[in-house]
């Protein structure tokens, strides 16, 4: 019987632009693979409420329409009271960030078989600064044998 594995490693993440959209599989793989887990589960985790992680093809054009399809969604300086003193104590004023942020996830969870991530040829686990540029951290944790 095999004895369970948990490893968790958390790294930083540094952004360069105020909206930008990053492939981090790499960097998640890199972890998978010094963990030695051949078959369980990966997490990787935001430790941020303004940044977001999904799973999506990382390919130019359709990381522009994710930006445009956010910033519609959501537009800054929309009344929101998060950005109000009267009702918040947040001096940022960045209530859209952590909307869009909402709106994408802030975690995501891919399985671990024969030793790699369980994910389609085209996906790639991408991370989303929402509130940059500024330092990120991420959560990786895995379970396995």
Known sequence: METLKVVRKTFTMLSENHTQVLDITKQIRDIMLSADVKEGILLVNSLHT????FVN?????????????????????NGYRHDDPRYSDCERGNAHSHLRAALLGRSVAVGISGGELSLGRFQSILFA?????RPRNIDVQIMGV
Do not use: H, R, Y
């Open 57 to 77: 093809e990382f390919q130019g054009a359709l990381i522009e329409d994710v930006k445009t399809m956010i910033q519609s969604l959501v537009t800054e300086n």
């Open 129 to 133: 600064e929402l509130d940059g540029p």
């Open 50 to 53: 303004t940044c977001a992680l």
